[in-house]
Each structure stands twice: as C-alpha cells, then as structure tokens.
C-alpha cells in the first residue's frame, strides 16, 4: 500500500498552557461518517477548562450547532465555517492548540491527520476503518480510541486537559516521516521498480 504524501512543515502550532484547545477540520456530519455527535457527546462530560474550534461546513452544521446548545457546551465551541487555507486560518486566528479530534465512523486516509501531525499538533481520532490505525502511533503522535465510545474518548480528552503528552512537537512531527513528500516518492518508485522486474 503506497499512501498520500504530506509535505513537511517547517512552522509549529504551539500548545497553550492555560487551557486544553481542541480543533476539527472538516465536513459536518452530525452522524454518519464523520459522527459529530459522538464528539459532542464527548465534549458535555469534561470538566475544566477547554474550548474547541470547528474549522469546516456542511448539511449538518445548524443540527450540530443546535444540539451543542442542547447539551449546554454552545458557549465553549466556536464555528469557522469552510477556510480556503485551514492551516494558514488556525496558525492566524487560534494560534495554539492541545490535539487535533475526529469521531468518524470510517475513512479513506484522512489527510488532516497528516497534515495537522505535520505541524507537530497531537491527535485523537477513533480507531476506525481505515486510515487512523495507519497513522496514529498511540501516545507517540496521538491516541486511538474505539468508534463509538464516548467514555474513552472523554478519558483521552481529560488527559490532555492536564498537559499529560509525553511526546515533543518535533517527535510528533518525525513519527510520520514515512508519509513525507521526499519518502513517499521514494517508496513509490521502488514499488513501480519491483513491479517491472517481476
């Protein structure tokens, strides 16, 4: 399998230290694939300090905002809508970050993993078919949790809220050198090489 190449980012996005920053990006789905809901639902069990930022629209955005208010968190989620450059607009407009978060039911490869991983930002993501499993190196660059399970995806979240990532931006960084322009060119040639000689 040869996936999509992510090209190294030579800027940062730091991590605050007064409060747990969590961001998407994304398509709103309230369920479905990518299963707001469930992070919303995760969401309403913290406790402490926390907010998150939605960097992304879709059908589901007024259903997603309206139950956030339902379940008494509108006032700790801030709604950007679609951004032509997300990274550019998070580095600009929230400037630091604790972990990125997805509750998707499945995916392909999902790229924004990659490429928040690329400026050295931690990630949670449930463990579902296929992509997150092949990206997320368990307390190196993130945390896998099991589709669907809020509980554990509320522990992950309140662990971060404590500032409990062992790893550095820059291993974070590193632990996906194999997904990097320069090595997936690379791989993909040798591939192409193995394949001509059989």
């Not at 992509?131 to 589709?147: A, R, T």
């Not at 669907?148 to 522990?155: I, P």
């Amino acid at each position: 399998v040869i996936f999509n190449p992510v090209t190294p980012q030579s800027i940062v996005i730091p991590r605050p230290t007064d409060k747990a920053v969590f961001i998407y990006v994304g398509r709103l789905k309230f369920e479905g694939q990518k299963r707001i809901k469930d992070m919303l639902d995760a969401f309403s069990g913290l406790k402490g300090e926390w907010e998150c930022h939605f960097i992304g629209d879709g059908s589901d955005t007024e259903v997603c905002q309206a139950y956030a208010q339902q379940r008494g968190i509108a006032d700790r989620l801030h709604w950007h809508g679609w951004q032509e450059k997300p990274w550019e607009y998070v580095q600009t407009e929230i400037k630091q970050v604790s972990a990125f978060v997805m509750s998707s039911a499945f995916e392909g490869l999902p790229m924004t993993l990659l490429e928040a991983m690329s400026y050295g930002i931690y990630c949670v993501s449930s463990d579902c078919p296929s992509g997150p499993g092949d990206i997320i190196k368990n307390g190196v660059n993130g945390q896998l949790y099991p589709p669907g399970d809020t509980h554990h995806f509320v522990k992950t979240l309140s662990q971060l809220q404590t500032n409990e990532i062992n790893s550095s931006i820059e291993e974070i960084k590193n632990s996906i050198s194999e997904f990097y322009d320069k090595n997936y060119y690379a791989k993909f040639i040798n591939a192409i090489a193995i394949e001509k000689n059989r």
